[in-house]
């Protein structure tokens, strides 16, 4: 179109150079120079409209291009999440179920703990009952002079009787003294009523070395004493001999120091130590009196 209206431009130069013209015709070629010029003028209006509009359009679809892709990626991102979180969901879903068993286990575990428990407590109840029995059967029978020279303990159903040498025996002596006689008449007595019952009898002294021609050390003089209060017993009062042992710790198991003479005088002791069979002392605590707690 431009060729056009150059080579136009051309014939009218040319024209209006070689010859003269009529002004109607003049003027009727200038009208369509006009025109040309006008459609000329429009077409490029359009081509950059429609240049810009393209460009614009370009633009846009690059836009959206990397819109796309960006879309494209969180939208793996999120799968990915998701599988992540799924797998997540699953585990926590598998660990509470297994919770739920441990938790059911455990509170079957605690029950059974609270149940024997409660039996424990049952059974030391009445252990303390019977601890309690048997010490007032021991005791009811001894006068309170008696009682001074005499400590009767009962534990966990096993009955430890201590009596004082001074009241048992002479300084440096094994033989019992008469004094001595009706005390362990009444010992005997409880002995008797508790006839499956085995007894130990076991001397103790202090650290006093013993200076006797016929005893050696301690460890002689607390079997001798542990023995001659075994024979009083047997001999005297009719325990089976079988029933009972005699022992002697010498001055290896004291209850006090040996640094003053009270100290020395608690140490020189027997013990009478009455044990109830495993079974026969679960027959105790069954007929053991009911705790008034």
Not at 33 to 48: A, M, T, V
Not at 101 to 111: F, H, Q, R, S, T
């Amino acid at each position: 179109m431009k060729v056009k209206i150059l080579a136009l431009s051309a014939v009218l130069l040319g024209l209006a150079a070689t010859s003269c013209v009529s002004s109607k015709k003049y003027a009727e070629l200038q009208g369509q120079h006009q025109e040309l010029q006008s459609k000329y003028q429009d077409l490029q209006n359009q081509y950059g409209s429609t240049r810009e509009q393209l460009i614009s359009t370009t633009a846009e679809a690059k836009n959206l291009t990397s819109q796309l892709e960006f879309a494209n990626k969180n939208n793996e991102d999120l799968k990915k999440g998701m599988g992540h979180l799924k797998n997540t969901l699953d585990k926590s879903l598998e660990a509470n179920n297994q919770g739920s068993v441990n938790i059911a286990k455990l509170v079957d575990e605690i029950n059974a703990s609270n149940k024997y428990i409660k039996q424990l407590v049952e059974a030391k109840s009445k252990s303390d009952s019977l601890n309690i029995a048997l010490t007032n059967r021991l005791t009811r029978s001894l006068s309170k002079e008696e009682l001074k020279d005499v400590d009767v303990k009962v534990l966990k159903g096993v009955v430890y009787i201590s009596l004082a040498d001074n009241m048992l025996f002479k300084s440096g002596s094994y033989e019992v003294s008469d004094r001595a006689m009706e005390t362990l008449s009444k010992i005997a007595k409880i002995l008797g009523d508790y006839k499956d019952f085995d007894v130990l009898v076991e001397g103790n002294t202090d650290n006093v070395p013993i200076s006797k021609t016929n005893i050696r050390n301690n460890w002689d003089l607390s079997a001798l004493r542990a023995s001659s209060i075994v024979q009083v017993l047997q001999n005297k009062f009719g325990i089976n001999p079988q029933r009972m042992s005699a022992a002697g710790r010498g001055e290896f198991n004291p209850i006090s120091d040996n640094d003053s003479e009270v100290g020395k005088q608690r140490n020189r002791r027997t013990e009478i130590i009455i044990t109830p069979k495993l079974d026969e002392f679960m027959d105790l605590i069954d007929m053991a009196p009911e705790s008034n707690d």
